[in-house]
């Protein structure tokens, strides 16, 4: 079963340029609720108010970084179980390992493409409805 | 640097052998034997004071040739960095701006399309419907209108949309200009590299004599590493053979797998 194609999703990325091509891409796939912010300091609060379903997060990014992000995300009682794909130019295995520790739910490696995405995503809500079931 | 007035036991010899020489012609009176023992000591000392200055003169040579390195280092510092910094928030910059031209022609662009594509299958059924004689008169005056307006649409979202895409087009100068730029850095990078290995060397030369002291890891490095594994890398270089680095994104499936994933 495919996401909700109305769901909330929350795009963080510290460049403007790869938030609008998030964007976008989501739009072509059907998705149009669509938050954005620049990193995790601007993003927490947004969680914090909620309403977001899907979270979609950059790890470089100047204050909090996307994995600090993720791991606020996980020990908050009300947003731990809330998907993350991380969408980074990060490519080191170990960071990689340390983002599934963190509890990431997919790993997309900059420069991706829409059809890298689409899978994720699909992917991601395939594995929360199962495990939801 | 080590003095070798320390090693100098041979001439102490030398003085007391001397000095008790000039003593003993002193007691026995031979003022002439005492005058020459005392310029002896006096050459001694001459010999001596010019190992000494010959010391001082390569140190200052030395020390010259290093503040020559410190004096391009210090316009480099001072100067060059700021500005490649600069001119690197300008590449930041100027490819920012390319990729927001590039979206903005897209996301005009893009439903003008759809629109054409939508219409045109619309269309296209009712056009089907008149070959098939399923239209009657009024109806196919409608459809008739609607072609019109629709051939017109044609006419004007394509060209639109072409003009777009020369925008968009335009927009990649952006590669050019910032290439330009980051080679330039390239080049202020690897001066500062050759600088540092010659600064290395000199100082390296130092060392030698006092002890070659490795000092450790400063606490200001560890602090940057630190720093560098909470923020990450940054893009991996492509064509740098790094087994730390996954190179794909089926890599990183793979290795997600392996965990369970």
Same mark, same amino acid.
């Given at each position: 079963?495919?996401?909700? *194609?109305?769901? *909330? ?9 790869? #938030?609008?091509?998030? *964007?976008?891409?989501? #739009? =072509?796939? /059907? ?8 990193? /995790? ?48 130019? =990060? ?11 963190? /509890?990431?739910? /997919? ?10 995405? #689409?899978? *994720? ?5 395939? #594995? ?6 | ?25 002193? %007691? ?20 001596? +004071?010019?190992?000494? +200055? ?25 100067? &060059?960095?700021?500005?490649?910094? &600069? ?8 490819? &920012? ?27 296209? &059924? ?11 008169? %009024? ?53 500062? %590299?050759?600088? +540092? ?65």
């Amino acid at each position: 079963m495919a996401a909700d *194609k109305n769901m *909330k999703i929350l795009v963080v990325d510290d460049f403007s340029t790869m #938030r609008r091509i998030i *964007k976008n891409l989501l #739009r =072509e796939l /059907g998705y149009n609720n669509v938050v954005e912010a620049d990193d /995790g300091n601007t993003a927490l609060p947004i969680l914090q108010k909620g309403g977001i379903q899907f979270l979609i997060t950059d790890w470089n990014m100047p204050g909090m970084t996307g994995l600090e992000l993720l791991k606020h995300v996980r020990a908050d009682p009300n947003l731990k179980d809330l998907p993350t794909l991380m969408v980074t130019a =990060e490519a080191k295995r170990e960071q990689i390992m340390e983002a599934a520790q963190a /509890g990431v739910n /997919g790993y997309i490696v900059k420069p991706f493409t829409a059809a890298t995405l #689409r899978e *994720k995503i699909d992917k991601i809500f395939e #594995r929360v409805q199962a495990g939801g079931s | 640097m080590e003095r070798e007035k320390g090693s100098g036991g041979a001439d102490l010899d030398a003085y007391r052998r001397a000095a008790e020489s000039l003593l003993q012609h002193v %007691e026995q009176g031979d003022a002439e034997a005492a005058q020459g023992v005392i310029d002896d000591l006096t050459h001694l000392r001459e010999t001596e +004071l010019f190992r000494e +200055l010959g010391m001082l003169t390569r140190d200052l040579h030395e020390a010259i040739k290093a503040f020559n390195y410190d004096d391009r280092l210090a316009d480099i510092t001072s100067q &060059e960095i700021p500005d490649a910094r &600069e001119r690197l928030n300008y590449v930041i910059t100027m490819t &920012e701006q390319a990729a927001h031209r590039t979206l903005t022609v897209i996301e005009g662009s893009a439903p003008l399309a759809q629109e054409l594509a939508e219409e045109g299958e619309r269309l296209g &059924e009712r056009w089907q419907a008149f070959r098939r004689r399923e239209l009657d008169v %009024e109806e196919f005056r409608v459809l008739s209108r609607e072609l019109d307006d629709f051939l017109a649409k044609v006419q004007t979202n394509s060209r639109y949309i072409s003009e777009q895409l020369n925008e968009a087009l335009m927009a990649q100068d952006y590669q050019d200009l910032t290439g330009q730029i980051i080679r330039k850095v390239i080049a202020l990078v690897e001066e500062v %590299e050759s600088n +540092l290995v010659q600064l290395v060397r000199i100082s390296g030369q130092r060392l030698e004599g006092e002890g070659e002291q490795q000092p450790a890891q400063s606490a200001s490095q560890q602090a940057a590493e630190a720093e560098r594994a909470r923020r990450g890398d940054g893009p991996a270089m492509p064509g740098r053979n790094d087994d730390d680095v996954v190179s794909s994104q089926d890599e990183v499936d793979d290795l997600l797998s392996s965990l369970g994933f």
